[in-house]
């Protein structure tokens, strides 16, 4: 990793692919329980372009750290308290100058399926599929968007 901010200076949207694993838990939602996944090492780049936003003088309040998952969220919560994070849902009417998205899903390449149905999409990338809120997640950066995935 070992990002440097001058990499990312004359863009406005960053791309960055990670490769991961990712661990299915169950979470409990209003006293019910559902499943949700996080992917540690998109945590890790989530972690560095914080800190990397921080070390610019770019103050908390201005960056915001979004996943579709909950389970993603809580352990990026865990591991940075001072971050503004929070899932896509409920960041809908707000916007931040930087957005840090972390998608979570990962899958290998001999696992992709070249025609995949509604049901493989359903279970292999779940959230992801919404094109209404990956519209909502990727339009509420105004400056910059760094955009974590595989």
């Known amino acids: 990793m070992n990002y440097d901010f001058e990499d990312f200076k004359s863009f406005r949207i960053v791309f960055l692919d990670v490769k991961g694993v990712e661990v299915k838990q169950s979470v409990s939602s209003n006293s019910v329980g559902e499943n ?32 579709p998952y909950r389970s993603q969220v809580s352990a990026i919560r865990r591991s940075n308290a001072n971050a503004n994070v929070s899932t896509v849902v409920t960041s809908q009417g707000g916007e931040w100058n930087f957005v840090i998205l972390s998608t979570v899903r990962t899958l290998a390449k001999h696992d992709i399926n070249p025609k995949p149905t509604i049901g493989w999409r359903k279970k292999h990338l779940g959230f992801l599929i919404d094109e209404h809120q990956i519209n909502v997640a990727i339009t509420r950066a105004k400056r910059g968007l760094f955009l974590i995935g595989d």
């Open 36 to 67: 949700s996944v996080r992917n540690d090492e998109e945590i890790k780049v989530v972690e560095e372009l914080y800190r990397l936003l921080i070390n610019r003088d770019i103050e908390n309040r201005e960056i915001k750290i979004l996943s």
